[in-house]
């Protein structure tokens, strides 16, 4: 196994009404004046932002609030969003939301503890050497970006999604109540399981040895969000079903499920970034749709793995042969995901692009032909060009 | 599922050579002078005190020792421990060890981050505020001290053992390279295998409701033990085992298998406690030693639940009748621990207490008749005598 680093000090309370700690929370963080950072409309209407501001005022602390957050968050936000604190002199910030109104949180987090642009981080022109501390009340479960080191931010002209990740931003806490996600519409919810499921998949998936206590963990994780993504199909108020997804969304991207691995093959991620920046896709359904494609373009790289993901995960009956088991398992994800009405093609996800489209999309996955992604198999612009088409 | 909370802050880095990292890992913590804590001769004879002694050397930071940590770990030394800090502005701990040497550095940082008597705390009388930061090179799979909050200390007079749990003594970090575990003696291997086991049994045998998530968790973590158990016992340097195994001890007490629980049980430990103060037995011997004898006393309060456990973690066969299988998986766990050499009665683990004694243990485990233990059954001091009895 490889040399492995863990670390995910996020506090956690979870259950219902955990949101009431949410004051408390901030208050022994020691800070003095607060940005809430927020989305849309509905932590508004279903009066989560209101309660959220009554609790700060019972624990005496001042706040401002920054609203607007929208899926692919944008950076033209997270620039409004660092002059705002620094004007009002705050020194934390609390997240309410999903996983993109975190990733603005942590964004803004960056550019006021570091001097310059803060995209330069995303661009992978400098490294940060801190972040504001982040709080979180979790409302989606899908990015695990209240455990994890990672943010994603889309810069508005061209629609270039990019990630980066560092351990300074990791939360200080997260407060999860999984009452909070029964609102939500079930596209997202479905596309939540994909991109938790994805989370695990991509460390899973890898190119290196690996721990039987990280893979066991790993089936597992997948298998119950599976199984609890199909109940909330159908019940999207189950209590316990939104609980097991929530918690696994959080443990499957804090690092648990990569534990002595090389850190994951993430050219999935890679793939869909792009989609979601030109065409505004839900990240969880844009990766159901691309990794059919991937999985098969690169399995002849590493089949016995694919087939213990089939075996062990997918409940494929092993052939005796790795390569068609592993097929198996391709196919039986993808019916999975046509079973909680999630795509598996560019086209059940709506969009149809050209292929010159698809050769700029490529271009932009290989930042101008200067990258590789994956580590399964190392891809360069022609091999996602191949898998873009694949995946049409 | 029950209001849970998760807070597990340790930065573990693990591998070979893990160590390499301590003195750096110990720089940026900021302190000006550091103790380093450890036990007996084998850390002085493998070199590795040497070489973390060099390490701090290197990093340029200034430290003082102090050995001499036994199993079961002395209140008279964390006091001298105390004094020496004081002495020498120590403010930062470096536990090199196992959880004898942890849990003493982290009495030793709570009597110096507090004013009065550290024992208050072991004795219940008050709660501690604050704990001097603690960094830990593991030598020892067991106790999981690394990730947890909970220290046990033992008074030398009356030998009374006591735990103290609080947040505030997680580690900062925790190096573990699983090669410094492979020159332990068998029996101490073994006795660590059982004690990580129960870390997550007595958490899974609750009185509560339960997550998939975690239950799914429990079950792969203790398999894994035990067929890693049974491996080191014949190869005690498989590096792959080793890892399994340590890895395993983090998590089994960091909390992550208890997530969504009442907490657990966890009367096992505290008779366990008794022995361990009045005999100095090594603690996970003395944990086989009446885990059973606990299993089959208390076992019709859930008995749903221990035949979930007989077929999902011992693998026995669902007979249709609950209080049958829970029967078989009982059976089926001592039998593992025999098949380790571990004993399944004070008989085995060699202490024949009289009849009288018995009753001195039992008296001293409900703290004179003023608490019951455990969950899934309240023990009161007749219970307790019963179940010792039982497990002679």
């Known amino acids: 196994m490889e040399l ?4 995910a000090p996020t506090k956690i309370v979870f259950g219902k009404e955990a949101e009431k ?12 004046k607060v940005l809430v950072h927020y989305g849309g409309g509905s932590v508004k209407k279903s009066g989560l932002l209101d309660r959220i501001f009554a609790a700060l005022g019972d624990a005496g602390v001042a706040y401002v609030s920054l609203g607007g957050v929208v899926p692919n968050p944008r950076l033209s936000l997270v620039y409004e969003g660092i002059e705002l604190c620094r004007r009002e002199g705050v020194d934390f910030i609390l997240a309410v ?3 993109s109104v975190i990733d603005s949180a942590k964004a803004i987090g960056y550019g006021l503890a570091n001097e310059g642009d803060v995209w ?37 002209e061209g629609g270039i999604k990019r990630g980066y990740s560092s351990n300074y931003c990791r939360p200080k806490f997260a407060v999860m109540n999984p009452e909070l996600t029964m609102t939500l519409p079930w596209y997202q919810t479905e596309s939540g399981c994909v991109d938790i499921m994805m989370h695990t998949m991509e460390r899973y998936l890898n190119q290196s040895e690996n721990m039987e206590l990280t893979d066991g963990f790993s089936e597992h994780l997948i298998r119950t969000v599976m199984k609890h993504a199909k109940i909330l199909l159908e019940h999207p108020e189950d209590y316990a079903s939104r609980a097991e997804v929530m918690w696994a969304g959080s443990l499957s991207h804090n690092g648990l499920t990569g534990f002595g691995t090389d850190g994951g093959d993430w ?36 089949p016995k793995r694919f087939a213990q993901f089939a075996v062990q995960v997918m409940e494929v009956e092993d052939t005796g042969d790795d390569r068609k088991t592993a097929e198996k398992g391709i196919e039986a994800m993808e019916a999975f995901y046509r079973s909680i009405q999630m795509p598996t093609s560019m ?3 709506g969009i149809e692009p050209t292929e010159e489209e698809i050769r700029e999309l490529a271009r932009k996955c290989s930042f101008d032909r200067t990258r590789t992604i994956g580590r399964v198999k ?10 873009y088409m694949q995946a049409r």
Do not use: F
Not at 4 to 7: I, L, M, T, V
Not at 126 to 151: F, H, K, N, Q, Y
């Open 4 to 7: 492995s680093n863990y670390y």
């Open 267 to 302: 050219a999935t991620h890679q793939l869909e970034h792009e989609l979601g920046g030109m065409y505004d896709v839900a990240h969880g359904a844009g990766l159901a749709a691309v990794w059919g494609s991937w999985a098969r373009y690169v399995l002849d790289a590493r």
């Open 21 to 32: 700690q949410t004051g408390e929370l901030v208050r022994t963080c020691g800070c003095r």
């Open 378 to 387: 190392k891809l360069d612009v022609e091999d996602i060009y191949r898998i």
């Open 120 to 156: 330069d981080y995303y661009d992978r022109k400098r490294t940060a050497e801190a972040c504001l501390p982040i709080g979180v009340v979790l409302t989606i479960a899908a990015a695990g970006s209240e455990m994890s080191d990672s943010s994603v931010i889309t810069k508005d």
């Open 347 to 349: 086209k059940e996800l």
């Open 97 to 99: 939301g999903g996983g």
